[in-house]
């Protein structure tokens, strides 16, 4: 077991299956929460940056997402409020 790996480079080298398998699981999990962390701080400096006077297709195109994306997170932080 090679605890605290720090790449998935390093999950290659450990040759027990099962032991491979749950420290991937593991990256797998951090990874989950990492994205939504990240979701959750793009989201409200999305809705930060809406309140500047800036347009759902303004932002859409600087962030090479469509315009839908950008009215999900408005409509999910008038939810919010």
């Given amino acids: 077991?090679?605890?605290?790996?720090?790449?998935?480079?390093?999950?290659?080298?450990?040759?027990?299956?099962?032991?491979?398998?749950?420290?991937a699981h593991g990256f797998v999990l951090r990874g989950r929460e990492a994205l939504e962390e990240a979701r959750r701080l793009r989201?409200?400096?999305?809705?930060?940056?809406?309140k500047t006077g800036a347009t759902q297709r303004q932002i859409a195109t600087e962030l090479q997402v469509t315009p839908g994306l950008i009215g999900q997170i408005d409509s999910a932080a008038k939810d919010g409020q």
Avoid: N, V, Y
């Fill in 43 to 50: 989201d409200a400096a999305i809705t930060e940056w809406r």
């Fill in 1 to 23: 077991m090679l605890s605290g790996m720090s790449t998935l480079k390093d999950l290659s080298k450990i040759e027990d299956p099962a032991e491979r398998a749950k420290q």
